[in-house]
């Protein structure tokens, strides 16, 4: 199963982003990862999250974030759920290259693997096949 996140920076996205997360170790059996660049989220995430610095092994693209991820769930069968906070940061801007990533990650997934996204930018500039996966918000 796959879920996004929009919003411009600055609009709460990690946040709500954190509290999933907390909410997963609270309720998963499983291994949870959660993947960034830069390594911004160190203290905000709960020790029991494999926290992934991207930029560590060089992912640079949506191509070889896929390779990345399938690798890791390759190796690991325990993996219940994946966070990825700045997919844009990892893949670049292009949006329709951004579905065809979610698209590929759900077949891959499918109901064994829960991943979330944040992506900073509005709905209104994403494409349908991004916009399928997104979160509703909450009122």
């Keep these: ?28 059996n499983g291994a949870i990862i959660c993947i960034e660049k830069c390594m911004k989220l160190t203290y905000s995430v709960n020790h029991k ?40 940061k990892i893949g670049g801007r292009n949006y329709d290259a951004l579905g065809e990533l979610l698209e590929k990650l759900d077949i891959l997934t499918g109901d064994d693997v829960a991943m979330v996204f944040t992506v900073s930018a509005d709905s209104e500039e994403l494409p349908e096949s991004v916009l399928k996966y997104l979160i509703p918000k909450k009122d």
């Design 1 to 28: 199963m796959i879920q996004v996140i929009t919003g411009k920076k600055g609009s709460g996205k990690t946040k709500v982003l954190l509290g999933m997360i907390d909410d997963a170790v609270a309720a998963t």
């Design 49 to 88: 999250v494999r926290l992934v610095d991207a930029e560590r092994y060089n992912i640079n693209g949506f191509d070889m974030f896929y390779g990345f991820v399938a690798g890791v769930l390759a190796g690991n069968y325990d993996i219940k759920e994946v966070f990825v906070d700045g997919i844009l």
